[in-house]
């Protein structure tokens, strides 16, 4: 069959990753082989394919397609997070659509809905990964929420808790207003925020009343004023000494608020008064507690004022925000407003801004969790790659603080707690074991128990993740886990490395009593060509989808990869995919050069380029090898060994970009440029059989090395160069041997020299069928040297060389030097050489006269910057030295 002009991707794509499929080669069970296993960080069910996926991805698919290749039983388990925020946003809006409120539905109407929303749109991800080739095990497919997960979310917080590990407390925590839930920290992305700086006036008490007395507070958030429960100043300020112990009033509302003293308070910031409003910050209300004042909760759960904030109940904080300032003003109370740049804290998820609020919550204490998790990084148990973020790691553990994992959400794990009508409660599995642990704890048989409303934290079902995919908690010392586990390589963002990574060794080390897998890559952040993070909102986030119909999967892989150094972030450009599409094509077109344009010298009995494995032809038609043809497969083969073993460490050290990069070097430059050409046979001649059969051998090889981060051009090319019934996808790597440091040098010198003889021929416009001679001044020993490719050389620039003396006195030479060796090119004179010296002379000497003019002119010199006259006359320079050059070489050609 014909070859297409060009690869045709989306036929390859399709054809193979069905037949791969049809094939079982994703899928995975336990055997006698050493296993590699990935488990895919689980995309959430809301989640579209993007950049940052299509990253992530191919890292994980590269690593498992190339330990497949070596033998391992590769297993790649896929996905979902049932992301609970995200989910139940999605829900809301869908029933919006319909007209009907989460409000007016109980929560197993709710659920039901979102049940129904996750089965038509949820995981439509999971089927796009299929788009980029991922040969993930389909097979074994997870879920968050699939059941036998659940159950297991559900008893590990049962026994936490039974450890007194997880425990129930009313502290100040992050709010979402927008998702009205509560965030971890770690959920908080904090961000500079162009703000205003309120400075406003608390008069003095003075004889049971406001006086004209005032001391100043500067506030970024004059919303919550009528929140306020006392000043705070620092006991070393002379400003304030005066004032301790005494009162001050809060504007609007006048009331009474006392005057403290902590060494809390900066001096040196706005006027070194502090408005404590302990319901509303996190440090407020720790000088809440140590000065037992009272705390005054001026907002609702949807971020707007509730009743007891007096003013403006009902209206957003916002536009309270600005609604306060020209009633301050009225007052008398505001003094002046500066310009501020503040750090303020978004939700994760929804990006509303966070409310710090004092709230009765679940929390799990991290701190006797978190030991094991961070000596296993620190002595390398687990291996960062890159290692600098150890240094990230060890600090957010050393500093670590409990985790809240409850949520006011009803899409997720319901918490497992029951309680009474007065409040008290117990923590079981379900509701009959609650009734059991409630009697026996309360003496109260048949109690009514409701359970939480709430639900866990997503990351506190996806901690589990590395064990539970292999049921290792549901269904402990199974086949599975006791095999898969540890997993090996863990690929994820460095961003979540808390919410995540972290929380998942503590996971493995608590409940497998081992890590959960060996060694983490941390992968960059997907950036435009301006540095900016790609989103929806800024419209810089690619079509990925589109790109891929566009320039084919391979070529989308390629670009990702091309510039992706491990942990640096990368800065995406669409020219990366194109220079993508090029390779493919560049390998498409060395196919078809080698098994349709040359004939081989059996023509008799084979058509040309296909062979059945092994079996060698019968012909009279048969011609030796010729000696270049030689050198070249000895040295080709050479470099593929010594590529190998170069790939084989950054393999090791996670150094996939630069992996790519070599293997992308060895096929465009050394293969397609350097041998394919020193190989070629004279035009219209048939190429030597051995020749031909080592040719298809290197092009097998090489499908081999770059399969993993193109898959479906290397399976489509390996099926055209042989007829075969064996796939390269799941083909053992070829074994690579030592290399020859002496055949890898003469080919290195035989490169420059054919590149320096090319450029010569260009220079002094000598066409190729003028035949050269090079002298060659070595000694013996580089004489040798210099043999091993002579007949390389002087095939592929037409030469003749010649060692030794003999140099014709009365010719001239190009004399260049390589190592020690110093060879002396003839110069030969053509008169299409000698037209263009003329003619580029002529063009220098018209650009000098203008240059001349222009700097003779007075008017110019006068007015011309300083910078602009030095760059005139630097042309003029160079025009005459250029002009004395071209002169020169007209006089020695006479």
């Known amino acids: 069959m014909e070859l297409s002009k060009n690869f045709t991707h989306n036929e390859a794509e399709a054809k193979w990753y069905q037949h791969w499929l049809d094939k079982g080669y994703f899928y995975s069970t336990p055997d006698e082989r050493e296993a590699y296993t990935i488990v895919m960080p689980p995309p959430n069910v809301t989640g579209v394919l993007h950049m940052g996926h299509a990253l992530n991805n191919t890292i994980q698919d590269i690593l498992i397609r190339r330990a497949r290749m070596q033998g391992k039983n590769a297993c790649w388990i896929p996905g979902t997070d049932h992301a609970s925020i995200a989910t139940e946003a999605k829900v809301v809006a869908m029933l919006r659509e319909r007209g009907i409120t989460k409000s007016s539905l109980t929560r197993d109407e709710f659920l039901g809905y979102a049940w129904e929303w996750k089965e038509k749109y949820g995981g439509i991800i999971l089927h796009q990964l299929k788009k980029l080739g991922y040969s993930l095990d389909w097979k074994r497919t997870s879920f968050t929420m699939d059941e036998d997960y659940y159950n297991s979310v559900i008893k590990i917080f049962v026994a936490l808790h039974e450890k007194g590990v997880i425990y129930r407390g009313k502290r100040m925590i992050n709010w979402d207003v927008r998702a009205k839930t509560a965030l971890s920290d770690e959920e908080v992305i904090h961000k500079e925020v162009a703000s205003k700086l309120y400075h406003v006036k608390y008069f003095i008490e003075e004889n049971g009343k406001p006086s004209d007395k005032f001391i100043t507070v500067a506030t970024v958030r004059p919303e919550t004023i009528t929140g306020d429960t006392a000043i705070c100043v620092n006991p070393n300020d002379e400003r304030y000494t005066q004032l301790h112990g005494r009162f001050a009033y809060v504007p609007l509302i006048n009331r009474r608020i006392p005057i403290i003293a902590d060494d809390y308070v900066t001096m040196d910031f706005g006027t070194g008064a502090l408005k404590v409003t302990p319901a509303h910050d996190v440090n407020d209300y720790q000088l809440g507690q140590k000065y ?19 003013i403006f109940p009902g209206i957003d904080r916002m536009e309270v925000r600005k609604k306060i300032i020209p009633l301050l003003e009225a007052a008398g109370n505001l003094s002046k407003i500066e310009d501020y740049i503040s750090q303020v804290g978004f939700s994760e998820r929804t990006d509303a801004i966070v409310e710090p609020r004092l709230s009765l919550q679940w929390w799990v204490s991290m701190k006797a969790l978190s030991t094991p998790a961070l000596k296993a990084v620190m002595d390398e148990e687990i291996k960062f790659y890159p290692p600098k973020f150890k240094n990230t790691y060890r600090h957010w553990m050393d500093n670590i603080k409990d985790w809240c994992i409850s949520r006011q959400l009803w899409w997720g794990h319901r918490i497992p707690a029951w309680y009474d009508n007065e409040g008290r409660f117990v923590v079981a599995e379900d509701e009959t074991k609650a009734k059991e642990i409630f009697n026996k704890k309360y003496s109260i048989a048949n109690a009514e128990l409701k359970q939480d409303e709430d639900c866990l934290d997503t990351w506190f079902s996806s901690w589990l993740w590395p064990f539970e995919v292999f049921k290792g908690y549901s269904n402990p010392g199974n086949a599975d886990i006791k095999y898969y586990y540890p997993t090996n390589t863990l690929v994820t963002a460095p961003e979540i490395i808390f919410f995540w990574v972290a929380r998942m060794i ?5 409940y497998m009593d081992e890590k959960p897998f060996k060694e983490v890559y941390f992968t960059g952040i997907v950036r435009d060509k301006q540095g900016r993070k790609m989103s929806k909102s800024l419209g810089n986030s690619p079509d990925l989808l589109g790109l891929i ?105 996670f150094k996939l970009s630069e992996a790519l990069k ?27 059989y051995e020749t031909h059969q080592s040719t298809i051998t290197f092009f097998e090889e090489l499908m081999e090395l770059i399969h993993p981060f193109m898959p479906f051009v290397s399976e489509e090319i390996y099926h055209k160069l042989r007829k075969r019934t064996d796939d390269l996808c799941v083909k053992q790597l070829s074994v690579f041997v030592p290399f020859d440091h002496e055949i890898l040098a003469a080919g290195s010198y035989a490169k420059q020299i054919i590149n320096i003889v090319r450029n010569l021929r260009v220079q002094d416009s000598i066409k190729n069928i003028t035949q050269l001679e090079m002298f060659v001044f070595a000694d013996e020993l580089e004489k040798e040297f210099v043999r091993m490719y002579q007949e390389t050389v002087e095939k592929n620039v037409n030469l003749k060389m010649i060692f030794g003396e003999g140099l014709d006195l009365e010719k001239k030479y190009h004399k260049f030097t390589i190592g020690k060796i110093i060879f002396c090119v003839e110069k030969v004179i053509t008169e299409d050489y000698k037209q263009k010296l003329l003619a580029d002379l002529e063009h220098q000497k018209g650009f000098l006269l203008s240059v001349q003019k222009k700097l003779g002119n007075e008017k ?19 025009a005459e030295a250029r002009i004395k050059t071209i002169q020169e070489s007209l006089v020695g050609l006479n």
């Open 860 to 878: 110019f010199v006068q007015n011309a910057k300083p910078e602009v006259l030095a760059m005139e006359q630097k042309k003029m320079a160079d």
């Open 662 to 688: 070599s293997t992308y070097i060895l096929i465009w430059d050394d293969f397609c440029s350097s041998y394919l050409e020193w190989i070629k046979p004279e035009y219209g001649q048939p190429i030597d």
């Open 292 to 310: 037992n004042l009272e705390i005054i909760d001026t907002m609702n759960d949807d971020g707007t004022m509730s009743e007891a904030a007096q």
């Open 506 to 510: 503590m996971a493995g080390f608590e």
């Open 549 to 653: 119909e566009q320039y084919g999967a391979d070529a989308v892989r390629f670009g990702i990869m091309i510039s992706s150094p491990a942990g640096n972030d990368l800065l995406f450009d669409e020219s990366a995919l194109e220079q993508g599409r090029n390779f493919n094509n560049k390998l498409w077109n060395a196919l078809k050069l080698v098994i349709e344009v040359w004939k081989v010298a059996d023509s008799e009995t084979a058509v040309p380029g296909f062979y059945d494995q092994g079996k060698l032809p019968e012909t009279s038609h048969w011609i030796p090898q010729p000696e270049y043809c030689q050198f070249a497969i000895d040295w080709f083969r050479n470099k593929l060994n010594q590529t190998k073993v170069e790939l084989d460490n950054q393999f090791k050290d």
